[in-house]
């Protein structure tokens, strides 16, 4: 992950006035199809913490970031919480969830470092776990604030997932405009 959009004061409370309107809070319904209530579950990129106050409804959350200043937001905000400061990709912890979500966050990842995440999550989910990623769909990539945006189809998300991952629900869905953005959810495979 490039950049140093979310890594200052100033960026962070702006992203937090610009996404004050948006959660996941139809993606965390799909994902209740799929992962029983009272299980654990580990946000990867909670940023302002929407989607963690969702999850926390149904689950045992664990959030993280990898900006100090959003830590820092989560924690002031919600201090009888967990959080802890996570890279995406290395996912340096010795906990193991029952789910894993992320709502718009691996695609600031290249995609030889996605594959390395998605490694990385089998190791770090129960044996029957469960993941619920979204991403930008879309062709090539681009730097946006000065972050790398890597955008996906189905089919390429397909590929990097299949092969440790049982896809069980793979969709488009419009988050700005019709058809934006995929939502993947998928169960461990035994591999």
């Known amino acids: 992950m490039e950049g140093d959009y979310y890594k200052t004061k100033e960026t962070v409370k702006e992203y937090i006035r610009l996404a004050k ?14 992962l029983p209530s ?7 990129g909670t940023g302002p913490g929407k989607d963690f106050l969702i999850l926390k409804e ?13 830590l820092r937001h989560l924690i002031d905000s919600n201090p009888q919480e967990e959080f802890l400061e996570l890279d995406a990709i290395s996912l340096k912890t010795d906990k193991k969830f029952d789910g894993i979500y992320s709502n718009k966050v ?21 044996s029957k776990g469960i993941i619920c990623h979204s991403f930008w769909n879309g ?38 405009e019709e058809a934006d953005s995929i939502l993947l959810i998928g169960k461990k495979s035994k591999i």
């Open 21 to 34: 309107d948006v959660d996941g809070g139809e993606l965390i319904n799909k994902l209740k199809e799929h």
């Open 38 to 44: 009272n299980t654990n579950v580990l946000e990867i």
């Open 58 to 70: 149904f689950y045992t959350v664990i959030g993280s970031d990898n900006s100090t200043e959003f």
């Open 106 to 126: 691996l695609h600031h990842l290249k995609n030889e470092e996605l594959m390395d995440s998605i490694k990385r999550q089998t190791e770090v989910l129960t």
């Open 139 to 176: 062709e090539g990539s681009e730097v946006f604030k000065g972050l790398f945006v890597n955008y996906h189809s189905e089919m390429a998300l397909k590929g990097f997932f299949d092969p440790y991952f049982e896809i069980l629900l793979l969709e488009t869905y419009a988050e700005f």
